[in-house]
């Protein structure tokens, strides 16, 4: 009897697990990202790795990364450390971002958001394979800034009559991927995900005269709905100098695939009171079907080295390419250039057996990127430099299963203030869930 509560138990939280897992997904599928960042109006928007706290603490290493201080980890950014998962683990976490803007001796806004940042689970298949499903971010859309220009922006000397015209942005791009890893012997591991990458991404501009009684104002509204089959794959070379200290060198890549778009152009009147709100849309002046096209995503490599001493410290490094000089969005190529990143970092547990001080039990985590991101603006490239740092707090465990907190923030600036451009300063701050346990056990009875 006890038995067969214990296996029913399991089965509940197992299918708890999906259920949640699925209401998470459809949250975030329906989300709108509010990330507010001038840059993210260009390509896809601002990229997001496919991070989890636990690794972007550490600088976002990842490629050479599979189990961290003997725990399961979901590392989707390369498959092949799948076949190091033993038990079922399931990692949720939430994200947030205060950012703020500055050009030239000007301090500008202030933003801040916070969202569901993902959902990764997965589970052995045999004892050197595993399968792991989820969703994360892709991308994120999100930017509103104006300029003015005087005499009915003609730009001539006037105070009055000056033209507004209004930048903005919203939308993002999530990822629902699917992935199977497993090794041969413990010397080499192969994986591979297949994704969808789905959403829709919308750019307004709109043109008012707010000085002028009785002036219609006019808004130009282009959405890319988006969706497509993407592909991951990956290899780790794992080298063991004893039991508890290895040596992984690793290496992924994302496919060139094409996602399909749907273009659409809206063209609009309306009307601002005198509070300055904005009243609803008068006329629909057009409403084009620009294109059905494709979105051609392109070839992306990643490199990595990996050193630890189980529960004790971990070291790596990664270097990544991306040839975001291919993108084209309907055919059109999009003037980006090609993506480089530098990643370093590592963590280190006092004593992972200790029994009266959990201090030493914590993971201290540190790290530092640096990326050249695929946008340049007069002649300048956009890059981004950050620091990053983090804890691994392990909670009490229950039965089976093992139990961790993962917190990560990261420091860092986008841009420079140079050829008049702006400077984002951001705080991000991750927050993960980890859980590995003994589900899905096969009992035999004699």
Same mark, same amino acid.
């Given at each position: ?82 076949? !190091? ?27 801040? =958001?916070? $969202?569901?940042?993902? !959902? ?30 005087? =005499? ?66 006019? $808004? ?52 601002? &009171? ?35 001493? &189980? ?36 963590? !280190? ?90 589900? !899905? ?6």
């Amino acid at each position: 009897m006890q038995l067969y509560k214990s296996v029913m138990i399991k089965y509940i939280r197992s299918g708890f697990t999906f259920l949640l897992i699925m209401v998470g997904g459809a949250v975030m599928a329906q989300s709108t990202a509010t990330n507010s960042s001038p840059y993210s109006q260009f390509g896809l928007g601002t990229l997001n790795d496919a991070l989890l706290p636990q690794t972007r603490a550490m600088g976002g290493i990842s490629t050479a990364i599979n189990r961290i201080s003997g725990y399961n980890t979901v590392n989707i950014l390369n498959p092949a450390s799948y076949s !190091f998962i033993g038990l079922t683990t399931i990692d949720i976490g939430v994200y947030g971002n205060i950012s703020t803007l500055k050009q030239n001796t000007v301090t500008g806004q202030t933003n801040a =958001n916070f $969202r569901l940042s993902h !959902f990764n689970f997965a589970a052995p298949v045999t004892r050197h394979s595993a399968i792991s499903f989820g969703l994360v971010p892709y991308s994120e859309l999100g930017y509103n800034y104006r300029q003015s220009q005087s =005499n009915f922006g003609t730009g001539a000397p006037a105070d009055t009559n000056a033209v507004n015209y209004i930048y903005t942005g919203d939308g993002g791009l999530s990822k629902g991927y699917i992935g199977y890893g497993f090794n041969i012997g413990r010397l080499i591991s192969f994986g591979g995900n297949v994704s969808y990458i789905f959403g829709n991404l919308r750019r307004f501009r709109s043109t008012e005269i707010p000085n002028l009684f009785g002036a219609l104002n006019s $808004r130009t509204e282009r959405s890319n709905s988006v969706g497509g089959l993407n592909y991951d794959f990956g290899t780790q070379v794992n080298i063991d100098f004893s039991e508890t200290r290895h040596l992984v060198l690793g290496y992924s890549g994302s496919a060139s695939t094409s996602l399909n778009t749907r273009i659409t152009n809206v063209v609009s009147q309306y009307r601002t &009171d005198v509070d300055g709100s904005e009243s609803s849309a008068i006329d629909t002046i057009s409403n084009q079907l620009i294109s059905n096209g494709k979105i051609k995503l392109p070839l992306i490599h990643r490199i990595g080295i990996s050193y630890q001493k &189980d529960g004790k410290f971990l070291i790596g490094a990664d270097y990544s390419r991306g040839n975001w000089s291919s993108l084209t969005i309907g055919g059109i190529n999009q003037g980006l250039q090609n993506t480089q990143s530098f990643n370093v970092g590592g963590q !280190f547990t006092p004593n992972n057996n200790a029994l009266k001080n959990y201090f030493a039990l914590i993971d201290y985590r540190l790290g530092a990127r640096y990326e050249k991101t695929y946008i340049n603006i007069n002649n300048t490239n956009i890059n981004v430099k950050a620091v990053s740092f983090g804890l691994g707090l392990p909670l009490p465990r229950n039965g089976s299963a093992f139990y961790k907190v993962n917190l990560a923030g990261e420091y860092g600036q986008r841009g420079t203030l140079q050829n008049n451009l702006i400077k984002e300063n951001f705080f991000t701050i991750h927050v993960g869930f980890t859980l590995n346990d003994t589900w !899905f056990t096969r009992y035999r009875f004699d």
